[in-house]
């Protein structure tokens, strides 16, 4: 039988001391029977996922833990929400991700969420599939309040600002923005497409809200749901897939969209698990049992496991702690699927920062043939004495898959 690869990446894993625990992680804290058999019978080490002093986010950690490279491949965030929710990308669309706002008469932001719109499928579907100038808006709803936006056409760039107040960039954040108008997307290079971008963008804008506004079910709403703040537009390229790059038949099995996306752009097969939510309601163990049945198809196998990052930003010491020891409870007899093991986080999201951290993630590798470094414990204190040693997030494919 050819070699079968699972990955697991429980997001935002990795973590600091805590007081609270006698100065252990919640990883080191959690009493983890199943990880602490694989990582003493395996190898394990530390990893810098973007490279020492890098705080990652979770979308670039993955990709340059799947072994791309972040300077030529990583589309930005709306492409690969957008293949999350199910649109098929086609090389020169531009993605953008957005939210369902309200807006007042003077187009002034009153909330950025529409009141925290539970679902905008309603309200998005009267705007998918609107021309103007020649292209094409597909409009797909994703979780809550948030959508997926595409322009389809010739001549387009992702050159162009948001119409979001909160973000006017990625990297420019207005932090009172309560009762400020809306952005009118400009172009930030002096090109004719990202120009002509900009420009039918806004006219979808405008044309957006007056459907939006015209919705009888924004009658009885406080919160109107009335406009489309956009940001993260991204011009997609299609990426060599798992089977060209590695010559793998690979499956993605996860929750959140953004994960859905990032294995679908990378060609792995999407898989659906009932209950994986993505949230800390989530089935884990329907999840590994999904990755176990997985390995009669697919020779790669990704598990994303993301309530440890929601755990560790809502500073939920003792929570971070139980969700870990559920994923652990999971892997019972893990070992049985002769499989190559590996698991790790995309960053370190450690609860006394609430959000993600530079930090190094521990790492461990066990396979039929993989070196028993007797580290006893999966944790960040004992992963550092680990055979792997501290390494970078570009090398990860390279040492999972000469295993
Ligand atoms: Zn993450």
């Not at 100038?133 to 959508?147: M, V, Y």
């Not at 752009?265 to 049992?289: F, R, S």
């Not at 309530?307 to 702690?321: F, H, M, Q, V």
Request: proline share 6%; with cysteine; glycine share 10%.
């Amino acid at each position: 039988m050819p070699r079968k690869y699972l990955l697991i990446i429980c997001d935002g894993l990795g973590d600091l001391p805590i007081p609270e625990l006698g100065g252990k992680t919640p990883l080191e804290a959690a009493k983890t029977p199943n990880l602490d058999r694989l990582a003493k019978n395996g190898s394990t080490g530390l990893m810098y996922p973007l490279g020492p002093g890098r705080r990652p986010n979770s979308d670039e950690a993955h990709l340059v833990i799947f072994g791309y490279n972040l300077a030529t491949d990583y589309p930005g965030r709306g492409p690969i929400e957008a293949t999350g929710v199910g649109i098929k990308l086609q090389e020169g669309d531009i993605a953008i991700r957005a939210n369902l706002a309200a807006v007042d008469n003077d187009l002034r932001v009153i909330d950025r969420r529409a009141g925290r719109i539970e679902d905008c499928t309603p309200f998005v579907k009267d705007l998918d599939g609107i021309k103007i100038d020649g292209i094409e808006f597909i409009a797909k709803p994703g979780t809550g309040h948030r959508l997926a936006l595409v322009m389809r056409g010739k001549g387009l760039s992702d050159k162009i600002t948001n119409s979001d107040v909160h973000y006017v960039t990625e990297n420019q954040i207005v932090e009172n923005w309560e009762g400020q108008k809306v952005n009118i997307p400009q172009p930030t290079d002096n090109s004719p497409e990202a120009c002509f971008t900009a420009e039918v963008l806004q006219k979808f804008l405008v044309k957006a809200h007056e459907i939006l506004s015209a919705n009888p079910l924004n009658q009885g709403r406080e919160m109107k749901a009335n406009y489309i703040l956009t940001r993260g537009p991204g011009y997609y390229r299609q990426l060599k897939s798992f089977k060209e790059k590695y010559g793998l038949s690979a499956a993605c099995i996860a929750g959140a969209g953004l994960y859905k996306g990032l294995g679908a752009m990378t060609g792995m097969e999407v898989l659906p698990v009932a209950g994986a939510t993505g949230l800390p309601n989530t089935n884990v163990a329907a999840k590994i049992q999904k990755a176990r049945e997985a390995m009669a198809e697919f020779d790669f196998i990704f598990v994303h496991i993301k309530p440890t990052d929601i755990y560790g930003e809502n500073g939920d010491i003792l929570g971070k702690k139980a969700f870990i020891e559920k994923i652990d409870a999971a892997l019972d007899t893990l070992e049985d699927t002769k499989a190559v093991i590996a698991i790790t986080a995309d960053h370190a999201t450690p609860c006394l920062l609430k959000d993600h951290s530079a930090d190094p993630v521990p790492v461990l590798i066990y396979g039929p043939n993989v070196f028993a470094d007797g580290v006893e414990k999966f944790g960040e204190s004992e992963c550092r004495e680990g055979s792997l040693g501290t390494f970078n997030g570009q090398d990860f494919m390279k040492i999972f898959l000469s295993c």
